[in-house]
Nanobody, 114 residues
Framework: QVRMVESGGGLVQPGGSLRLSCVAS????????MGWYRQSPEKQRELVAS??????NYADFVRGRFTISRDGAKNTFYLQMNNLKPEDTAVYSC?????????WGQGTQVTVSS
């Protein structure tokens, strides 16, 4: 059974940094595309960043602050988040595509507050 498991969330002060990880397990196939999403009580789920092949894409509200990357050998993806703002507070989830299936993780809470 394929599982996507996020980690790395937590409480951080404004201006701080966190690195989220998303590990795919239960498959011997590589993830062909992957995205980080976030959702807060005030907003619908929104795409934060994605990586397809070697191409990355960012939402305007994180461009220049967040970086998505992958370790293909480990089937692991990362989201480096710098200069965090209170409005970045949300549950962050990863979605990975393997073959023609998409898999979601359970999410990890990121709270930016002083």
């Amino acid at each position: 059974q394929v599982r996507m498991v996020e980690s790395g969330g937590g409480l951080v002060q404004p201006g701080g940094s966190l690195r989220l990880s998303c590990v795919a397990s239960g498959t011997r196939f590589s993830i062909s595309a992957m995205g980080w999403y976030r959702q807060s009580p005030e907003k619908q789920r929104e795409l934060v960043a994605s990586i397809i092949g070697g191409r990355t894409n960012y939402a305007d509200f994180v461009r220049g602050r967040f970086t998505i990357s992958r370790d293909g050998a480990k089937n692991t993806f990362y989201l480096q988040m710098n200069n965090l703002k209170p409005e970045d507070t949300a549950v962050y989830s990863c979605n990975g595509r393997i073959g023609d299936q998409n898999y979601w993780g359970q999410g990890t809470q990121v709270t930016v507050s002083s």
